[in-house]
Nanobody, 126 residues
Framework: QVRLMESGGGSVQAGNSLRLSCAASGVHYYSYCMAWFRQTPGGEREGVAVVDGDGATSYTDSVNGRFTISLDAAKNTLYLQMNSLKPEDTGIYYC????????????????????WGRGTQVTVLS
């Protein structure tokens, strides 16, 4: 059974950084697609960053160059380093994981993941 738990959210001023963590268990790291999504009130759950079993990463255009997704399999933890934060980055950030099934990039939508954490709130103040 896959279990995911996010941490590291908070309130920061624009331009600052945060690092989110997702403690994972039951994940087959070399065969899984792992991702970070975010959601704003009334908005859809948007894919932010993805990493596949080979370590290849993919980002939505709005965060490319500012965010970095990484996986430490030895620590069973997925990270999202967020730099140069903007107010539009505000939202609840969720960790997701599922079998790759041939598609693991920024185009893989939320419906294609069956395992989710409960989320962590990120608020960026202008």
């Amino acid at each position: 059974q896959v279990r995911l738990m996010e941490s590291g959210g908070g309130s920061v001023q624009a331009g600052n950084s945060l690092r989110l963590s997702c403690a994972a268990s039951g994940v087959h790291y070399y065969s899984y697609c792992m991702a970070w999504f975010r959601q704003t009130p009334g908005g859809e759950r948007e894919g932010v960053a993805v990493v596949d079993g080979d370590g290849a990463t993919s980002y939505t255009d709005s965060v490319n160059g500012r965010f970095t997704i990484s996986l430490d399999a030895a620590k069973n933890t997925l990270y999202l380093q967020m730099n140069s934060l903007k107010p539009e980055d505000t939202g609840i950030y969720y960790c997701a994981a599922d079998w790759e099934d041939g598609l693991c990039n920024k185009n893989r939508g939320a419906i294609a993941f069956s395992n989710w954490g409960r989320g962590t709130q990120v608020t960026v103040l202008s």
